[in-house]
T-cell receptor
């Protein structure tokens, strides 16, 4: 399967715990994006990364949230000290990073439930 | 604030008819436009991208872009029950990040 991979697909955390969400982009893609979809709401941009660089994190909450895309391995979205309002579906998307090619392809998502 | 507007629906269309979905956006300088389909509980699936004024056809789907009117639409011909889903319009306003509309829920009636 050459698609975008995310794991885990479902994650349950108690308030105050940390959540780590992982994303492996589609083969040949070097750009990764994270989006969040709150229940009954639209998709919202969080962060845009390339290998070892955060390009745009304008959609990330100022506290508790961080993201990285290391030279080796998947992109990680980390949420520290989770609260009930963090319960949502978190989607990763990737694109090739080629000039003139802007399509983004989404992974299956991680559904985070905070109890 | 860069915005993408869609009618939330629900939009009901008889099987075999044409479904028409509409979207407007706020930034005249936008260059990249996309339609995604999202089934309940699933992730968005890219079905069309369009960059130039006019029509772009792919099978039963046609995307239409009018940059002067800041308007993009999606037509689905010969609608099938499997087309029942939420359709998301997305626009790149800058720096490659997608801004989504709230989506239009489409129901195809057998």
């Amino acid at each position: 399967n050459a698609g975008v991979m995310q794991n885990p697909r479902h994650l349950v955390r108690r308030r105050g715990q940390e959540a780590r969400l992982r994303c492996s982009p589609m083969k040949g893609h070097s750009h990764v994006y994270w989006y969040r979809q709150l229940p009954e709401e639209g998709l919202k941009f969080m962060v845009y990364l390339q290998k070892e660089n955060i390009i745009d994190e304008s959609g990330m909450p100022k506290e508790r949230f961080s993201a990285e895309f290391p030279k080796e391995g998947p992109s990680i979205l980390r949420i520290q000290q989770v609260v009930r309002g963090d319960s949502a579906a978190y989607f990763c998307a990737s694109s090739p990073g080629q000039a003139g090619v802007h399509e983004q392809y989404f992974g299956p998502g991680t559904r985070l439930t905070v109890t | 604030q860069k915005e993408v507007e869609q009618n939330s629906g629900p939009l009901s269309v008889p099987e075999g008819a044409i479904a028409s979905l509409n979207c407007t956006y706020s930034d005249r300088g936008s260059q990249s436009f996309f339609w995604y389909r999202q089934y309940s509980g699933k992730s968005p699936e890219l079905i069309m991208s369009i960059y130039s004024n006019g029509d772009k056809e792919d099978g039963r789907f046609t995307a239409q872009l009018n940059k002067a009117s800041q308007y993009v639409s999606l037509l689905i011909r010969d609608s099938q029950p499997s087309d029942s889903a939420t359709y998301l319009c997305a626009v790149i306003f800058g720096n490659e990040k997608l801004t989504f509309g709230t989506g239009t829920r489409l129901t195809i009636i057998p």
